[in-house]
């Protein structure tokens, strides 16, 4: 090897060493999905039967903490799966690559994308309590895309980006507060599986 491979070896080594780079394109793709069957459901229950709108409770004749009870559900489940899902299409594709895949550099992922999303997601509590749904998808967002830019330093690069569309799309659903949903699912199910299939190509095909 000449000088110039030497150091990109060693740069690969220290890279692999300090970053998680086992996250699957596969588990994006899969987590968009489960947001987009969420959505659907969060649609069915918000909207009136006779009228198609993205609006924040449009005329559903649930009482208000019934419908929060029931998306905070939904929206658990979808977390649930999704969490499942990176873990399984991660952990398989480090297993291809002969690679551990609990190391320090997973360690310090899980923490730096923990901590916001655990932060942001009492905060969606204490706003559901105080009746403050509007504002529970652009928390969400806009936590969930500070978690992603925290953890874009210990991953692939990509993930920083989506991080901050995430960000852009809460911010807009803070300003457009009657289409909470729609950005809702744009970022939490089509960002998802455009930045899952970006992955896959690029890293895994």
Same mark, same amino acid.
């Given at each position: 090897m000449n000088p110039k491979e030497d150091l990109q070896a060693i740069r690969q080594m220290m890279e692999q060493s300090s970053k998680f780079l086992s996250l699957s394109g596969l588990s994006g793709i899969f987590a968009g999905v489960c947001a987009l069957v969420g959505a659907a459901v969060a649609w069915f229950i918000l909207s009136d039967p006779g009228n198609i709108s993205f609006d924040t409770y449009p005329g559903s004749t649930l009482p208000i903490h019934e419908i929060s009870l029931t998306l905070g559900l939904d929206a658990l489940l979808v977390l649930l799966m999704a969490s499942l899902g990176? &873990?399984?299409?991660? /952990?398989?594709?480090?297993?291809?690559?002969?690679?551990?895949?609990?190391?320090?550099?997973?360690?310090?992922?899980?923490?730096?994308?923990?901590?916001?999303?655990?932060?942001?997601?009492? /905060?969606?509590?204490?706003?559901?309590? !105080?009746?403050?749904?509007?504002?529970?998808?652009?928390?969400?967002?806009? /936590?969930?895309?500070?978690? *992603?830019?925290?953890?874009?330093?210990?991953?692939?690069?990509?993930?920083?980006?989506?991080?901050? /569309?995430?960000?852009?799309?809460?911010?807009?659903?803070?300003? &457009?507060?009657?289409?909470? *949903? *729609?950005?809702?699912?744009?970022? &939490?199910?089509?960002?998802?599986?455009?930045?899952?299939?970006?992955?896959?190509? !690029?890293?895994?095909r």
């Open positions: 990176a &873990f399984y299409f991660s /952990f398989r594709k480090a297993q291809k690559a002969g690679v551990k895949f609990w190391t320090h550099a997973t360690r310090r992922l899980l923490g730096q994308l923990l901590i916001p999303l655990i932060s942001g997601g009492i /905060f969606t509590l204490i706003l559901i309590f !105080r009746n403050q749904a509007e504002l529970v998808a652009p928390v969400m967002l806009i /936590f969930y895309g500070l978690s *992603l830019v925290h953890a874009g330093k210990f991953t692939l690069g990509e993930i920083h980006y989506l991080g901050l /569309f995430e960000i852009i799309l809460g911010l807009l659903a803070g300003i &457009f507060v009657h289409y909470g *949903l *729609l950005f809702w699912t744009v970022g &939490f199910g089509v960002m998802h599986i455009i930045y899952g299939a970006v992955m896959y190509y !690029r890293y895994e």
